[in-house]
């Protein structure tokens, strides 16, 4: 695995002791138009005005080419608690991948004192209680814990597939165990797990199944839950469709070499579908609670 690369910026956060965790969120970026940079803009603005604010949420630029806005860095408070979240950008000197500015914001987080962090992409955009859904689930099940995962874009064909399908979703087996979950929409117990994303998985594809795989031979507790819900912007089209699964398909062969029992573990497993679908009535069904106990 490569070298982590902790970042040299001053530390500037103040944890209250009487919380009962200390929560930050990691939002990996690499920007690559205006567009994209908005939808950063986006996830961070509602990341500030969250239910239960976290304590810090960190913003790891991985050598974007579109540079973020700088109004990004800031402290804010919502009013909603006495709590201030502060908003820190951490910058990588070249582009490193996914995994590894994951890694940088988890060692930051862990320097700081956070006892849980929470991941999301770029590309998604969090409930408002996303952060009080993952933190009541962690108090309960404290190990991996992974959410809903919906599709942003209301009446889009390839979302909707998505959704029914469950692609980010995660799987789960029949004893309600849970197989993985994935980084758009995903916690940890700094106390329980002790390990970082896999480098070699140098693209947006696998490192969050390989992280969660190896917990799960670790006998990390594995949970998920419906009430932690994130909009994910997928890519639009067929065409995009094609290119996702392309993507993923191109690094399960790594996975599959590094852990050998994944396959084994994939076909006896099932995925979580965000929705449910009444193929008679032509109805979605928003899934409520239906794979709560799954751990």
Not at 6 to 29: F, M
Not at 82 to 92: N, Q
Not at 126 to 153: H, K, N, Y
Not at 256 to 282: M, N, R, T, V
Request: glycine share 6%; hydrophobic share 35%.
């Amino acid at each position: 695995m490569e070298k982590l690369m902790v970042s040299t910026q001053p530390k500037s956060l103040v944890i209250r002791s009487n919380d009962l965790h200390k929560i930050a969120v990691v939002l990996p970026v690499y920007a690559t138009s205006q567009g994209y940079a908005r939808m950063v803009v986006e996830a961070v603005d509602a990341l500030s005005q969250q239910t239960r604010q976290p304590d810090l949420v960190l913003v790891v630029d991985d050598f974007s080419p579109v540079p973020l806005p700088e109004s990004i860095a800031r402290t804010v408070s919502n009013g909603r608690d006495s709590r201030t979240t502060e908003i820190r950008v951490l910058k990588l000197p070249y582009n490193c991948g996914p995994a590894a500015a994951r890694n940088e914001g988890l060692v930051t987080a862990k320097r700081e004192g956070a006892s849980l962090v929470l991941f999301l992409d770029s590309d998604c955009l969090p409930d408002r209680s996303w952060v009080e859904a993952m933190e009541e689930t962690q108090i309960q099940s404290p190990g991996i814990v992974c959410g809903r995962t919906l599709s942003f874009e209301k009446g889009s064909v390839v979302g909707f597939y998505h959704d029914v399908c469950g692609t980010l979703n995660g799987r789960v087996f029949q004893d309600s165990t849970v197989l993985y979950g994935c980084t758009c929409n995903l916690s940890i117990d700094t106390s329980k797990v002790g390990f970082y994303f896999d480098t070699t998985f140098r693209r947006a594809a696998f490192e969050d199944v390989e992280f969660c795989v190896r917990a799960r031979k670790k006998d990390i507790k594995l949970t998920y839950t419906s009430k932690a819900v994130m909009k994910h912007r997928y890519e639009p089209g067929w065409w995009g469709l094609f290119r996702q699964f392309q993507r993923y398909g191109s690094f399960e062969k790594q996975m599959c070499l590094k852990h050998p029992e994944y396959l084994g573990w994939l076909w006896s497993s099932e995925s979580i579908p965000s929705i449910q679908f009444d193929y008679h009535g032509a109805k979605t069904v928003l899934i409520s609670g239906m794979w709560d106990k799954a751990h």
